[in-house]
């Protein structure tokens, strides 16, 4: 399965002076590999993240999941996202955090798994604690469990590590990259850092809305079976 960009086209602002933010972008990624988008500050890597996963609609073009239109389908039943600001709930504990898009699928609440990947990311201590008492690493790596909970076949990460000092970012990129290639999850990402670009089984560069990819001169890391 896959999921694929077809001709996309994005605008802002008002129709008689838009603003082109994406331009005829198409792009397939097979469940199983990752990929990372790389490109300055406001080139529009979000914006093609939230049409990837179907937050946010195209003006022209088609997102597809399995041949079939993103936006009619239930998102967390194939996709999780891990957002850079975490975008954790702060009236919830990190268990129940975790435990949301089961409850938003309408999916039995498997507290079960849920402690096994908060043991694996070396939370079940504060799975009882709310969002407001953790660092900032323990606040990503309960958003990295919250978008495998329910075994996603991709997970789409906007800057997971853009906040996150340079012994954190290590640590959450590790168990990012680890858990999805063990669960067998295909992975797109938007990053700043060319050193975490460079483990993604492919690297494509957003400039003035175009997407293009970035020829690697050394054979990439793979990181998924």
Known sequence: MALKLWNVFKFFGPAVMPIVVLVDVSLEIVQGESVAIV???????????????????????????????????????????????????????????????????????????????????????????????LSGGERQRAAIVRALISSPQFVIADEPTGNLDERTSLEVEELMFGLCREMKV??????????????????FSLTAGRLHEVKKPLEPTTFFA
Do not use: Y
């Open 39 to 133: 490109g300055a500050s406001g080139c529009g890597k979000t914006t093609l993240l939230n049409i990837a996963g179907g937050l946010l609609q195209p003006d022209t073009g088609k997102v597809l999941w399995d041949e079939q239109l993103v936006g009619k389908l239930k998102r967390g039943s194939f996709l999780g996202f891990i957002f850079q600001s975490c975008a954790l709930v702060n009236e919830l504990t990190v268990l129940e955090n975790v435990l949301l898009p089961l409850r938003i699928l309408g999916l039995k609440l498997d507290k079960a798994r849920a402690k096994e990947l908060l043991a694996v990311v070396r939370l079940e201590h504060r799975m009882h604690a709310m969002p407001s008492t």
């Open 186 to 203: 295909g992975l797109i990402f938007a990053t700043h850092d060319q050193r975490i670009a460079q483990r993604a089984s492919r690297t």
